[in-house]
């Protein structure tokens, strides 16, 4: 089997504190679909009774293991529990940090959204104003006359939106710029 990096194994599972309950010794009555786990952890037997799969749990335990003992590696005089104390607030802030970064990217896909909602209402009124440019010219054509003062406004009005959204895109794409810029 293929040894995964912490940070690898941390991107596959997500710890679900939630649901799941640790114990030693006797077991207490559960109710809906919980799933015993016995997993040895820091040479000690646990029981753990929550509803991830046997899979996640050996996922888990093993991770746990791995950063228990790196802990103790680094830190050789600190105790058991010093060094399940330290564990907790590396996977604690780890999973800090990830509710952090999912916020972050719900806000975008919000902001996205919205800009998107925008784009289609200006491409639906420029359609229309495209329509109906189209059709006074064929009227005008038909006609041979000049524009009146309302056609003209509309005319007018249909070069702005024109002009809007090529102004957008550039803007678009100096923002885009401006956020490669600022990676590298």
């Known amino acids: 089997m293929i040894k995964l990096s912490i940070v ?4 596959i599972i997500r710890l679900s504190l939630s649901g799941v309950f640790f114990r030693r010794g006797d077991m207490r009555k559960m109710t809906e679909e919980k799933i015993r786990y016995k997993a040895s952890i820091a040479g000690k037997n646990y029981t753990i009774i929550g509803k991830e799969s046997h899979a996640h749990m050996d996922l ?24 399940s104390v330290l ?16 916020i972050q990217l719900e806000d975008e896909i919000k902001r996205l959204k919205t800009e998107a909602a925008n784009a ?46 090529v102004k957008e895109k550039i803007q678009k794409n100096n923002h885009k710029k401006l956020q490669n810029h600022g990676k590298k």
Do not use: F, G, W, Y
């Open 87 to 102: 564990l907790a607030i590396n996977t604690l802030s780890v999973q800090v940090k990830l509710q952090e970064k999912i």
């Open 60 to 83: 888990v335990s093993e991770l746990a293991n791995e950063q228990l003992a790196a802990i103790k590696e680094s830190a050789p005089s600190i105790s058991a529990e010093q060094a």
């Open 120 to 165: 289609e209402d200006l491409e639906s009124r420029l359609d229309e104003l495209q329509k109906n440019e189209k059709e006074l010219r064929k009227n005008l054509s038909n006609e041979k006359r000049e524009l009146s003062k309302e056609e003209m406004q509309h005319q007018i009005e249909v070069q702005k939106l024109l002009n809007q959204q």
């Open 8 to 11: 690898k194994k941390l991107d």
